[in-house]
């Protein structure tokens, strides 16, 4: 370990090999190494809870009745890419107890011929003393990684991985390798088997089937005594998937003392559930009821699937649980897009106070346009029109004005106008008239200063006026002279 960790640190990228490494080791501690060689390689074992959802390997779980773990065994070549060490005859062994209990201890080994070999283990916490892991069949799969960096998967034989363990051949420098398997939590005295089968369908029993939206489901719950004492007063019971509903007086109870079945008027298998009897070991017996599957307008498009769990429970003894799965597709058609509409552009041409407006709109989906309003901007009444332009005229003005003028456009989709409306602005300038200029002009002749009319006239007027006064005077001389 110790030239293992000197060469870690000789490189940069040897630095970064090893820190991320040593990342995975912090999540999943590295387990014991016995010995040191030539080649030194690095190991986790890991292990998590596939139907409680875990995405992450650790190096501890909780798992319980008829749950599925997976246990990871990831192997790596630390070793500089340019030194050429080969790791020879690289076998991984991954081993799981039989024996019942609450803590179940998985070991692994790894190894090769000329490499330190890696003792791992992961541990199991089981909620019955009864229970223990059993290997699922065909689960053993490795990833391996070409020298290329090609990945490729391999299925392992079950007698080898559990046996002889999986020989990963020769690893080269910085490549690396995972073994990886799946265990059931599997609980004995009792066995359960949970089925189910469409309605009208002849002995298609199955614990994994498809059925289509508002069908109607047989289930069938199968206990049998495979313990050594008798069992008393045996409950079985259903956890009903959400959304099904039992079919009322369907639930008939098929064992020894009524080979063709007693129904049970209780109607309690799915709340509560309902007394089989007593039955010694090797014994058994079944029962049936039927279930409706939701329609289709209360289900998810695409894929649902409904998982039913059996519950069986002796009187004294915990309980023990078998799952079936019914697949349920709905096809829903393509949802309908949307209606888009828009006022994308209001046009306008001008000619002194004149225009004539005009919109550019856009409708899709269904929609279609339907009216437009025109607000010219000088107070008038708004125009409404489903012509697609307009003429307008403005008033004369005395100063140069500017008016918005607002194009609404309504839009009808499914035959309604109300709130589909877009609108569309531009402005307009009426200019106000030039005022009006006299040009002044030249006389072409003399003006005529002689005696006119008006002359002769005052001339005549002041002479009248003399001779009256001259009168007038003499007449009063006259009096004075007498006098």
Not at 144 to 167: E, H
Not at 238 to 256: F, G, K, Q, R
Request: hydrophobic fraction near 35%; charge should be negative.
């Amino acid at each position: 370990m110790k030239r293992f960790f000197a060469r870690m640190f000789n490189s940069l990228p040897k630095r970064i090999l090893a820190g991320a490494i040593a990342s995975v080791m912090l999540a999943v501690p590295v387990a014991n190494v016995v010995a040191d060689n030539s080649v030194s390689i690095a190991v986790t074992t890991g292990v998590a809870n596939v139907t409680a959802g875990d995405t992450t390997y650790s190096s501890a779980i909780n798992a319980t009745y008829d749950q599925v773990i997976k246990v990871e065994v990831v192997y790596t070549n630390t070793e500089a890419a340019d030194s050429n060490l080969v790791a020879n005859n690289l076998n991984i062994k991954i081993n799981v107890p039989t024996t019942p209990g609450t803590n179940q201890v998985i070991s692994t080994t790894t190894g090769g011929s000329n490499t330190n070999q890696v003792n791992g283990q992961a541990n199991v916490t089981l909620s019955d003393p009864t229970s223990y892991l059993q290997y699922e069949p065909g689960s053993a799969v490795a990833v391996l990684t070409a020298p290329d960096g090609t990945i490729s998967t391999v299925n392992i034989p079950d007698d080898v991985v559990l046996g002889s363990g999986y020989n990963v051949a020769n690893g080269n420098p910085c490549q690396s390798a995972s073994v990886s398997i799946l265990a059931r939590v599997m609980v004995p005295g009792v066995k359960i088997v949970k089925q189910s089968e469409v309605l009208g369908q002849s002995n298609q029993w199955s614990n994994n089937n498809t059925a289509a939206a508002g069908d109607t489901l047989k289930y069938l719950i199968t206990y049998q005594n495979i313990g050594n004492t008798v069992e008393n007063n045996v409950i079985i019971s259903d956890n009903l998937p959400p959304s099904m509903t039992l079919v009322p007086n369907t639930t008939s109870i098929i064992n020894s003392s009524y080979p063709s079945g007693t129904p049970d008027s209780s109607n309690n298998i799915a709340t509560g559930g309902v007394n089989i009897g007593n039955y010694n070991p090797g014994a058994g017996g079944y029962v049936e009821f039927e279930v409706t599957v939701p329609q289709a307008s209360a289900l998810s498009c695409g894929l649902n699937e409904f998982r039913n769990v059996g519950v069986a429970q002796p009187q004294g003894m915990n309980q023990y649980y078998n799952t079936a799965v019914t697949d349920v597709t709905v096809n829903c058609p393509a949802p309908t897009p949307k209606a888009t509409f828009a006022c994308n552009a209001l046009n306008i041409t001008q000619s002194g106070n004149a225009i004539t407006a005009s919109v550019n709109t856009s409708a899709t989906n269904g929609a279609s346009l339907s009216s437009v309003t025109y607000n010219f901007g000088d107070g008038s009444t708004p125009l409404t029109t489903t012509n697609s332009n307009v003429n307008y005229t403005y008033a004369a003005v005395t100063a140069t004005t500017t008016y918005t003028v607002t194009a609404t456009a309504t839009f009808a989709i499914n035959g309604s106008t109300t709130g589909n409306t877009s609108a569309c602005t531009k402005q307009v300038t009426i200019s106000a008239p030039a005022p009006v200029v006299t040009a002044s002009t030249t006389p072409t002749t003399l003006v005529n200063t002689g005696p006119g009319e008006e002359v002769f006239g005052i001339f005549a007027i002041a002479t009248i006026g003399g001779a009256l006064l001259h009168r007038l005077f003499k007449n009063r001389q006259a009096a004075h002279n007498n006098q």
